[in-house]
């Protein structure tokens, strides 16, 4: 399966083209392994969870060819996949429940008892594996230094004992996400306008950027817990 | 541009917006006018109200749908309907697959809120194989670029076929059969219509039906 000499650009090292065929031998690999435990499995539930095989080869398939383009084709490869993921377990939940409903038998939440594990690597890994990503993300900077700093903000959310912040603060942080926005926006219009100013125009949409993805994911987890404690 | 000629005898109009090119031809827009009158017809419509007799009965019973659920079933239908606008106009692999799958997703939503476990079996099945099937799809895809560098369809409508554009081809086309849930998987939609509220249910023929012609006028342009 060797590529077209005339489609790479002849600046691509001659290594990198040779790990192409590899690549995608090790996604068929993959995906034989999904596919053969998706035959042997009977539970439904399992399926779901077994079917991210195949299509964790569909991403590697797609991230071998290490173009833009293939960046932009996995994107929105991972959002079809966790839409699917996510209807697919919403008819899963429904169908048990009209079972459930027709044949009287009641529903059980689970509710299982444990003991905290009192781990010092448990209580101080969250801050600072949260307090690394968000100076990484800030040294990155954009859209990708705002999803790693984020990320590391839903950790100590999901994880974390926030007891510094109430809900007022992460509400004004909203606020903030929107001003941050408007910045964002405002940086465009400049490279449009003047384009004269476009270092401003960088920092002004680099900047609102970051802060806005990191502010949404924070948001995001801050609505994951309340509905978790409701 | 050769091979939509060929096809599609001459382009009415297309939309220059960088690599996406959404284009218009004679064919497609019988298509389009098709799909928006039936998505149309359908919205406007109401659901069925099945009568059922039994044997030994001496009763006609009617079961009824619910207006919530009729309304969650219309906005996916409407849905479907615009994804397949897309499918059939789009001028780009890549879109291409982006507006099948949405085709599928919005299939399995048409039947998401229908109280009954085995047309909801069915539904799950078709998820389970649409997921499964997002990896030919888009590996087809990425087969196609790795090897020709581009995905617009009057890029590739130029370029010769070769060995290893006919595998992604044929992977485009296990993927695409899967996910708009073509002839060896109809069976799960088959057992998908059994369910009740007429109208709507109809939108999946149309989606397969379309799926279908795009697929084909696709498979040949490609190579």
């Not at chain 1, 034989?32 to 590697?60: H, S």
């Not at chain 2, 554009?165 to 059994?194: C, Q, S, Y």
Request: aromatic share 10%; glycine share 10%; charged share 15%.
């Amino acid at each position: 399966m060797a590529l077209n000499d005339t489609v790479v650009p002849a600046l691509v090292p001659q290594i990198f083209i040779n790990f192409y065929p590899i690549a995608i031998v090790v996604a068929i690999v993959v995906a034989v392994i999904g596919f053969t435990g998706l035959v042997l499995e009977k539970n439904d539930f399992q399926k779901i969870l077994i079917v991210q095989i195949p299509i964790l080869a569909m991403y590697m398939i797609v991230s071998a060819v290490g173009t833009d383009l293939a960046e932009a084709l996995i994107l929105p490869g991972m959002v079809v996949s966790l839409a699917e993921l996510l209807a697919v377990s919403e008819i899963l939940i429904s169908r048990e429940i009209t079972r459930r409903e027709k044949e009287g038998e009641p529903l059980r939440v689970l509710n299982f008892e444990y003991e905290p594990i009192n781990m010092e690597v448990l209580k101080t890994a969250i801050p600072v594996t949260c307090i690394v990503s968000v100076i990484y993300g800030v040294i990155l900077t954009g859209f990708t230094g705002g999803a790693v700093a984020g990320a590391g903000i839903l950790i100590y959310l999901f994880a974390g004992r926030t007891k510094g912040f109430s809900n007022e603060f992460w509400e004004e942080m909203a606020g903030i996400s929107g001003v941050a926005w408007v910045f964002w926006l405002l940086g465009f219009l400049i490279y449009f306008i003047a384009p004269q100013y476009w270092l401003v125009a960088l920092f002004m949409s680099g900047g609102g950027i970051i802060i806005k993805v990191a502010l949404k994911l924070g948001l995001l987890g801050i609505l994951g817990r309340e509905e978790y404690n409701r | 541009m050769n091979d939509i000629l060929d096809l599609n005898s001459y382009i009415i109009g297309h939309v220059l917006f960088g690599d996406i090119v959404p284009y218009l031809t004679p064919f497609s827009l019988a298509l389009v006018i098709t799909i928006v009158v039936f998505t149309i017809f359908l919205a406007l419509s109401k659901p069925e109200l099945r009568s059922v007799t039994r044997f030994g009965e001496d009763v006609v019973r009617t079961t009824t749908v619910g207006k919530k659920e009729a309304k969650f079933r219309r906005f996916m239908t409407i849905l479907c309907g615009v994804a397949l606008i897309g499918v059939v106009t789009t001028g780009d692999i890549f879109n291409f697959t982006l507006f099948v799958s949405l085709v599928g997703i919005t299939n399995v939503g048409i039947f998401a809120v229908v109280k009954d476990t085995h047309v909801l079996d069915a539904a799950f099945q078709y998820g389970l194989v649409m997921m499964i099937c997002s990896l030919p799809l888009f590996g087809g895809v990425a087969l196609i670029l790795a090897k020709t560098g581009t995905l617009s369809l009057g890029v590739l409508a130029g370029i010769p076929g070769n060995p290893v554009l006919n595998v992604g081809r044929m992977l485009l086309l296990v993927g695409a059969v899967g996910e708009g849930a073509l002839a060896p998987f109809f069976a799960t939609k088959v057992e998908m219509i059994r369910a009740k509220g007429a109208p709507y249910i109809n939108m999946m023929h149309l989606s397969s039906l379309m799926v279908f012609t795009r697929l084909i006028e696709i498979l040949f342009i490609v190579g």
